[in-house]
């Protein structure tokens, strides 16, 4: 069987699900907040813990790294993970403040950009691509655990390369086109979450017909 077109999928999750409007967030700093926090839990907490720092008016990089920890951490409590969270939180923002804040950062290449968030202590590939992607708007597919789990069904991946060769493959796929890397990585998380979960629901897969997955459990 050849492997699917990573187009093909585009498709068909766009037809079922329309635009995204992805990510949420009123300023490049709050997405890269929120890309920090949503490590390791759900979104609608990540919410939570931005609401707290709006409140406190503490959603800026100088406030975050002259707040308290104990403070910080309180606030951060419904993203879980919150002492840690906290202490990557204010080393991000004393790494984004000595950088010269967004304008500083943008005018980097994405090359450069990228391993620069990397060096940053919490910063792994997948939260620097979504940094990349959604706060910079640069041309970088974001792989997170729907992608692998999503097209390890869908027989493109075998479930055991690595984040860089997942992210070569449909970066050369696509070509470089940062509207297209938005909307698609969003329909894959909304996919995941609605039908394509640990248990998946095939029978109500708008895929099911192209994925091998599905044709094996009879759906």
């Known amino acids: 069987m050849s492997r699917i077109r ?3 999928v585009y498709n068909l999750l766009f037809r079922a699900y329309g635009p995204q409007h992805w990510w949420p967030g009123d300023t490049p700093f709050e997405i890269m907040v929120g890309a920090i926090l949503t490590q390791n839990t759900a979104w609608s907490n990540v919410e939570r813990a931005i609401a707290n720092l709006v409140a406190k008016d503490k959603l800026h990089p100088r406030a975050i790294v002259n707040s308290r920890h104990d403070h910080l951490a309180g606030w951060l409590r419904p993203s879980g993970y919150f002492n840690i969270k906290a202490e990557r939180l204010k080393s991000f923002c004393r790494w ?26 919490g910063i792994g590939p997948e939260t620097a691509d979504d940094i990349l992607l959604y706060a910079f708007n640069r041309p970088v597919f974001v792989i997170d655990a729907y992608t692998r789990r999503m097209f390890t069904r869908l027989g493109r991946f075998s479930g055991d390369e690595g984040y860089e060769v997942m992210r070569a493959d449909f970066e050369q796929a696509l070509g470089p086109d940062t509207r297209l890397f938005n909307e698609y990585h ?26 091998p997955a599905a044709v094996r459990v009879g759906c």
Do not use: M, N, W
Not at 96 to 121: I, N, P, Q, T
Not at 186 to 201: D, E, G, N, T, W
């Open 6 to 8: 990573i187009r093909t």
């Open 186 to 211: 969003a329909l894959i998380v909304q996919h995941a979450k609605q039908v394509c979960r640990v248990r998946p629901a095939c029978g109500r897969c708008v895929l099911a017909r192209v994925c």
């Open 96 to 121: 984004y403040l000595d950088a010269g804040e967004f304008a500083g950062l943008d005018r980097l290449d994405s090359a450069e950009l990228r391993g620069a968030l990397l060096g940053v202590k």
